[in-house]
């Protein structure tokens, strides 16, 4: 249980991370980046559970940073 969560968790900060560079965002931080990848990750799984896909490790990669460029996408768009 611990391990996956270690998992999600550093998936997560990668994920924000490339998400954040595909997005053209300035640097945000460390601990923004992590966040937004970590619900981006939620976010994408969820989706992903609802069409079908997302049982590897490729998947669930690409899957996490759609949702953090979606989370990314939302959040900008409410900020203004």
Sequence with gaps: MLYRLLVAIVIG?????AANKLMKGKSEGFLR???LGIVGGF????????????????SGILLAIGGSCLVIWLARKFAK
Excluded at 43 to 58: K, R
């Design 13 to 17: 900060a990668l994920s924000g991370f």
């Design 33 to 35: 980046n992590t966040l």
């Design 43 to 58: 976010v994408g799984g969820f989706l992903g559970d609802l069409i079908g896909v997302g049982d590897g490790w490729i």
